[in-house]
């Protein structure tokens, strides 16, 4: 027992002592979940990597190497706070960044504020992360559940349907999405009616009694927030099953290629999704940054490599915008700080922090024995959130 | 009632594949004494097999062809694991098993990525069943009527083979008594090859099926592994009948449950679990199980209490860990604290698993419970935190009575398995009551207070009350309450007959454990500043069970030393690599074939194979290495 013992502790020593800021460098912290999620991950540090190349090779930040270090948090909050911890306490960074998974976006959000740290979160969706739990270090670039909820909504407000059935993941991503898509098209359409609901648990739907039972309540229209795994059993029983047949159905997040392209030529036509159509987009910002990601990768961006990017880009805008590094100063400076996506210029919002980062809105078809979305259109993250005054009531008082 | 009878339908057809999993699992663990964690594992490998093998040869031929051929292969993949890791360790106590099949299971998870990529993987449908047919107007997949079928045909086949062969006569044997086998001259060691790779092809068989629903995916073992857990309790260990009817039932009730709860699938099969244990406590078809061959913590060198010179040995490296924050840094400082409420955690698991030789598959429970508990004090009675920290044992304490009185009255896995369900009870309840818990979201900014918010002062905060924790646990080892707890673990019928209430003092010791959790528990919500659902989760149960086995179970001092091997490396690995649990699966599974009897077993089989001292320390150990042969033998008589 001794022996081992002295070797931890010896071996923590160590560890404690290895790293000191180079000259001339920035640091800065990432985590993400790879180990658990690399579907999401490994476009999304695709993405981070390829924009890092590019400031550097443009000169860095004011003359300094900027670098990025990444830690895995293996979808579990406790681990991600260990990371989090080392980065900062350790190695030293600037800022934190990334997450995937609402709950871990929200236990480092919370750490940021203990330590003092400014910390930007990368995709987590949860409204909460900037609203009922947001605080002054935090700030998040991905649309959130609230904005999608409410671009989904414009769009089903347009529809006939009057009854509809709802089918989400059981947990807090699911239910609150489901209960801004609610809200968001009662207001549109105050006739609309919400007569069943199904709520499996992530990665584990039982397609068929779950289809079954919603087919049962014979709605005009099925909001769908499953994705990944439970999505294609969801898609592939409910084509069988017919249960799609002369439904509208509206599914969060479906066009995002990682969702769409495993659905291949079962993909089924009509729904209204957001999503990400790299295919599709004209503009020249995204253009330039599709060449340069096939370039470098020979494949295709995911989302997940847009969110990487656009958040390596955001941390370059604020580095570059103050002198200071210290964290009131780059807090200071990421308030109404302005960044160039692939997506087109966001503004990270003072009263709120959350940014303005748009999304794509479209339906989706087969093409090739492959899944994409069609007429699409660009969705301003700005047009669908609250206004700032709005926003900042529902901030709690730090 | 149309819809009643469509949903049930939909529910056999789940069964099916539920069954196909769990009746490999069954076959294996009634033989073997196997609790195979890597099923989950292999059922996986069996559908990335198949989609390899039926993307690349289409039509009828290529796709049942690919669907058996992969079976077959990752059942031989199960026979060489088997063989080559599981054959060395068969001798170990009871559970160590468990471990190996943990390591395997981590490796394959990491593997599987590295060899078919991150994506999600959507297999062909199965030729000639990819339509649907209608019945009251509503539509059924054809495939489902396959799969209705195909539950019942397995059933039966294995019916056959169990009843009408030389070899099931050998398996059921063996299931019943294997020591009576052996003793016959039956080839013990290829009866086991076979039997496992036979779990293991069905397991693979039911992966393979998947592929026409679903994706392939990296986390699919995860999504069943402890379902067919619970199938295979709910029916009875080593009953395949019992398997399949557990199969249908759970599977129905959710069909039908979603009906009327549409958020019930989430805590469903873990309520059958409960109420099927508490009402018959070996399942619905599993007979009350013989003495087990060596119960978890038989010790094999009488435990002694420490002697003076290792009392100030352990003395003095608490006393240097006391100074490490003279020189550490921060992160080393909350990494240290990191590793001493697993330590905490890891002693009371001990406590219950080897003193009392009850293995609780559902540990974090308690561990939880005092992390909500030490949440709500400051959330709700804004307690200060030395409160809070009073109170966070008092959750785990609370919940360690209710659960404890129900699991006490069962043994072996049967008791295991209850303790899981009622971990999986709480943590859906903190998952669901989102007024309360905050969902999965969790309770944030529960930081310590000014006096113990430092690193250093959290550092010694820690250190103090684990010191003290694991110190009174080690006194009871050894106090007259210790000793009974001991003897109702050795021998249940000489206990009762010296007048043990086993019951009592099994539900005293359960009580002890869960509070000295709660506290860890308690520790790891200041600790993290935060409070989620995870921290009730099975992998927390896990990695508790591991740094015991670890350790060794045998041994009086293995968890603490197992939970700062295992949690130091975890931390470390997770920092260094994104294929930490490639690596940590390896090095679990050379540990466990290197020294079966953990880390401290270990340790202690080198010291005692020294030459007698001149003390005459090593002359006692002789002695007691002489009684313990003796009542080994005396045991084997018993049987």
């Known amino acids: ?101 609402s709950n871990i976006g929200l236990a480092l959000s919370d750490f940021a504020k203990q330590k003092q740290v400014l910390y930007i979160a990368a995709e987590p969706l949860t409204d909460a992360i900037v609203w009922s739990k947001g605080n002054d270090y935090t700030f998040r670039l991905r649309t959130s559940n609230y904005m999608q909820a409410s671009m989904l909504a414009e769009e089903a407000a347009k529809l006939p349907a009057k009854k509809w059935a709802t089918i989400a993941p059981n947990y807090e991503f699911g239910q609150s999405f489901v209960a801004a898509f609610k809200e968001a098209l009662t207001k549109k359409r105050p ?36 994705f990944a795994g439970d999505l294609v059993k969801l898609v592939r029983e409910g084509n069988t099953r017919g249960v799609f047949k002369d439904r509208a159905v509206v599914s969060y997040l479906t066009g995002e290629p990682e969702y769409l392209d495993p659905l291949k030529d079962e993909t089924p036509e009509g729904w209204i999704v957001t999503g990400y159509p790299w295919y599709a987009i004209k503009t020249a910002v995204h253009q330039a940054f599709l060449d340069a990601y096939q370039k470098a990768y020979n494949d295709y961006p995911r989302l997940g490599s847009v969110v990487g990017y656009s958040t390596v880009k955001s941390i370059a805008a604020v580095l570059n915008a103050t002198d200071d590094h210290s964290t009131a100063s780059l807090i200071k400076a990421m308030k109404e700080l302005k960044v160039d996506t692939p997506f087109g210029p966001v503004v990270y919002r003072g009263a709120d922090h959350q940014s303005t980062l748009g999304a794509y809105v479209g339906k989706t078809a087969k093409k090739d024995g492959k899944g994409i979305m069609v007429d699409i259109e660009f969705k301003k993250g700005a047009d669908y959130l609250p206004s700032e005054a709005e926003a900042a009531k529902l901030r709690p008082a730090n | 009632m149309e819809l009643l009878f469509v949903q049930a339908l939909s529910g056999l057809a789940s069964a099916a594949s539920l069954f196909l999993v769990a009746s490999g699992l069954s076959i294996i663990f009634g033989v073997t004494r196997i609790v195979n964690f890597a099923h989950g594992a292999f059922y996986m490998l069996g559908a990335y097999v198949a989609y390899t093998l039926t993307s690349r040869f289409a039509g009828p031929l290529g796709f049942w062809g690919g669907l058996l051929v992969a079976s077959l292969i990752v059942a031989a993949l199960g026979a060489l694991m088997e063989m080559v890791l599981l054959r060395r360790i068969y001798q170990a106590p009871e559970l160590f098993q468990l471990l190996a099949t943990f390591g395997v299971t981590l490796m394959v998870q990491d593997l599987v990525v590295v060899i078919w990529g991150a994506d999600d993987l959507l297999g062909p449908r199965a030729p000639g069943f990819t339509g649907a047919f209608s019945l009251f107007g509503r539509n059924i997949p054809t495939y489902d009527l396959l799969l209705i079928a195909l539950g019942p045909a397995v059933l039966g086949l294995l019916w056959l083979l169990f009843h009408r062969t030389r070899w099931g006569v050998l398996v059921r044997a063996a299931t019943q008594d294997r020591d009576m086998v052996a003793c016959l001259g039956v080839n013990q060691k290829w009866l086991f090859t ?45 009953s395949v009948t019992g398997a399949f009817v557990a199969a249908v039932l759970v599977s129905e009730l959710n069909a ?31 007979k009350a199980e013989r003495a087990p061959r060596s119960s978890a913590g038989t010790s094999f060198r009488p435990w002694k209490p420490m002697t003076s010179i290792e009392r100030i040995g352990v003395a003095l490296i608490v006393a240097l860990a006391a100074l490490l924050p003279l020189f550490a840094g921060n992160y080393a400082l909350s990494v240290g604290s990191e590793i001493l409420v697993f330590v905490l955690f890891a002693a009371s698991l001990h406590f219950m698993m080897t003193v009392g030789g009850l293995a609780s598959f559902g540990h974090a429970a308690y561990f939880g419970l005092g992390a909500y508990g030490a949440a709500f004090a400051i959330k709700f009675l804004g307690a200060p935190m030395g409160v809070a920290l009073l109170i966070g044992p008092l959750f785990g304490l609370a919940g360690a009575v209710i ?110 454990s869960g509070t000295f959790a709660g506290l860890a528990g308690a520790l ?45 490396l975890a931390i470390w690995l997770m920092s ?46 002789a002695r007691a290495d002489a009684s313990d042969a003796l009542g080994i033998a005396k045991m084997k008589v018993a049987e």
Not at chain 1, 47 to 72: F, P, R, T, Y
Not at chain 2, 579 to 593: E, H, P, Q, R, T
Request: glycine fraction near 12%.
């Open chain 2, 576 to 621: 260094q690599t994104d294929l930490s649990k490639l690596v940590l699966g390896a090095i679990i599974v050379l540990l466990v074939v290197a020294s079966p009897k953990g880390i401290v077993g270990f340790i202690e089989q080198i010291r005692h194979r020294r030459p007698p001292s001149p003390n005459g320390a090593g002359s006692s150990a």
């Open chain 2, 194 to 238: 076979s039997v496992f790779a036979l779990g293991v092809f069905l397991a693979a068989l039911g992966g393979a099926l998947q592929i026409p629903r679903t994706t392939v995916t990296h986390y699919m073992d995860l999504s069943i592994i402890v379902e067919v857990f619970v199938v295979v309790v709910i029916g009875g260990l080593g």
């Open chain 1, 191 to 226: 006739d609309v009616e919400f007569i069943a609901e199904q709520w499996p648990p992530l990665n584990k739907i039982d397609a068929g009694p779950v289809l079954q039972a919603i087919d049962a309540a014979k709605p005009d229209a099925i909001l769908n927030a499953t």
């Open chain 2, 256 to 286: 039908l449950g979603i009906l009327a709860l549409p958020k019930i699938s989430l805590v469903a099969v873990f309520l059958v679990m409960a109420v099927v244990l508490v009402v018959r406590p070996f399942g619905l078809f599993g």
């Open chain 2, 403 to 512: 659960s404890g009185w129900f699991c006490v009255r069962l043994s072996g896995v049967y008791f295991a398995m209850l303790t899981l369900a009622f971990a999986q009870i709480i943590w859906s309840v903190a998952f669901q009551w989102v007024e309360v818990t905050g969902g999965d979201n969790g309770i944030l900014g529960i930081w310590p207070s000014r006096w113990a918010s430092s690193p250093e002062g959290f550092f010694w905060l820690t250190l103090a009350i684990v010191a003290v924790s694991v110190a009174l646990l080690r006194v009871l080892v050894f106090s007259p309450f210790g000793f009974g707890l001991r003897a109702t673990r050795d021998n249940t019928l000489r206990a009762d007959a010296i007048g043990i209430d086993r019951k009592s003092v099994q539900w005293a010791a359960f009580i002890v």
């Open chain 1, 1 to 101: 027992m001794k022996y081992v013992a002295g070797l931890a502790l010896s071996a923590l020593l160590l560890a404690s002592g290895a790293a000191h800021a180079q000259q001339g460098e920035i640091k800065v912290g990432e985590i993400n979940s790879y180990s658990a999620l690399p579907g999401f991950t490994e476009p999304y540090r695709k993405g981070m990597e390829l924009a890092l190349k590019q400031i550097n090779d443009a000169g860095g930040i004011k003359g300094k190497k900027l670098v990025i270090i990444s830690k895995d948090d293996g979808a579990k909050p406790g681990d991600a706070l260990t990371a989090a911890n080392e980065l900062v306490s350790r190695d030293g960074v600037v800022l934190l960044a990334g997450g995937f998974l």
């Open chain 2, 524 to 568: 790891f919500a200041f600790l993290k500043g935060s409070v989620f659902p995870e921290t009730l989760g099975i992998p927390i149960s896990v990695d508790g069970l591991v740094m015991v086995l670890l350790g060794g179970i045998e041994t009086v001092s293995g968890a603490v030393v197992g939970a700062i091997f295992y949690k130091a």
